[in-house]
């Protein structure tokens, strides 16, 4: 399983407060995850976040290569 991330987690500078109990478990969840091999986090430059093709307006051609990398079929 193959987890893409572009934040870098840090354990330091989390601040614990009673509503952020679930990102820690969450947290800790992913961390041993990794750890036991089960998750391989990959980093990824910034302007290859696949996300982005959902979450931005993009220019033409980012859009192109982000449709390509996940495999989108052309309609036009």
Do not use: C
């Not at 093709?53 to 996940?70: E, Q």
């Amino acid at each position: 399983m193959s987890l893409i991330s572009e934040l870098n987690l840090k354990i330091d500078d989390f601040v614990d407060h009673g509503r952020s109990k679930h990102i820690e478990t969450k947290f800790h969840f992913l961390r041993d995850q990794v750890s036991k091999g089960t998750i391989r986090l990959k980093h990824y430059r910034t302007d290859l976040q696949l996300a982005d093709i959902m979450t931005k307006a993009l220019k033409a051609n980012r859009f192109k290569l982000l449709r390509n990398m996940l495999g989108g079929a052309y309609l036009i």
